[in-house]
Nanobody, 127 residues
Framework: QVQLVESGGGQVQAGGSLRLSCAAS????????MGWFRQAPGKERELVAA????????DYSDSVKGRFLISRDNAKNTVYLQMNSLKPEDTAVYYC????????????????????WGQGTQVTVSS
């Protein structure tokens, strides 16, 4: 089992920045591939960013590429999502998710791959 707890959400004006954190426990963190997802009202949950077990591989959705940065600190059992140049369309509940994997280069590509989820944190971007 993996427990995930997000923090760092809030309200910000367009063009501003936020950093989300997700603390993991229950399993060796370096054995877990991580991802950040978001879900806006009336929309499906979408993958925003993913990072491999050792942080060597990352991937981003086209909508956030160049603005968001995913990173992880395996010593602190934490994954981060730095969000810059925020837009009103980034408003959503953000979730971190995890999957235990063997392949160190594995990247999560969809919500169906993730058995472990955090409770979510609200991000609201006002225009």
């Amino acid at each position: 089992q993996v427990q995930l707890v997000e923090s760092g959400g809030g309200q910000v004006q367009a063009g501003g920045s936020l950093r989300l954190s997700c603390a993991a426990s229950g399993r060796t963190f370096s054995s877990i591939a991580m991802g950040w997802f978001r879900q806006a009202p009336g929309k499906e949950r979408e993958l925003v960013a993913a990072i491999s077990r050792n942080g060597g591989n990352t991937d981003y959705s086209d909508s956030v590429k160049g603005r968001f940065l995913i990173s992880r600190d395996n010593a602190k059992n934490t994954v981060y999502l730095q969000m810059n140049s925020l837009k009103p369309e980034d408003t959503a509940v953000y979730y971190c998710a995890a999957r235990a994997v063997v392949n160190i280069n594995y990247l999560i590509s969809g919500p169906h791959e993730c058995p472990y989820w955090g409770q979510g944190t609200q991000v609201t971007v006002s225009s």
